[in-house]
């Protein structure tokens, strides 16, 4: 079964971290761009940060940069979310997403493979 599983979500302060892992079964990654997304209630899904399919090409959304680092292990079949300083606005469901391109597009259109996502809440 081709799916990707989101984890390391949960409950943290303000200014605290998590990191969120996106791991691929049925298929390696290492041919696809990944794509991090959020959504909060009533809100509609952003993207978050975007790695191309090498890992030589990231990118951010103003939100968050400066706080995120998205990076992968092509090795381990993961893509990594590095959360630092985490504020309650951050609070959303969090999926990744893969597309066989060299890559990532913006906008959540065109993905191959989404995962079923994991809750990031912060507050005190």
């Known amino acids: 079964q081709l799916q990707l599983v989101e984890s390391g979500g949960g409950l943290v302060q303000p200014g605290g971290s998590l990191r969120l892992s996106c791991a691929a079964s049925?298929?390696?990654?290492?041919?696809?761009?990944i794509g991090w997304f959020r959504q909060a209630p009533g809100k509609e899904r952003e993207g978050v940060s975007y790695i191309s399919r090498s890992g030589g090409y990231t990118a951010y959304a103003d939100s968050v940069k400066g706080r995120f680092t998205i990076s992968r292990d092509n090795a381990k079949n993961t893509v990594y979310l590095q959360m630092n300083s985490l504020k309650p606005e951050d609070t959303a469901i969090y999926y990744c997403a893969a597309v066989r391109r060299t890559y990532a597009p913006a906008g959540d259109h065109g993905y191959d493979y989404w995962g079923q996502g994991t809750q990031v809440t912060v507050s005190s």
């Open positions: 049925g298929f390696t990654l290492d041919y696809y761009a």
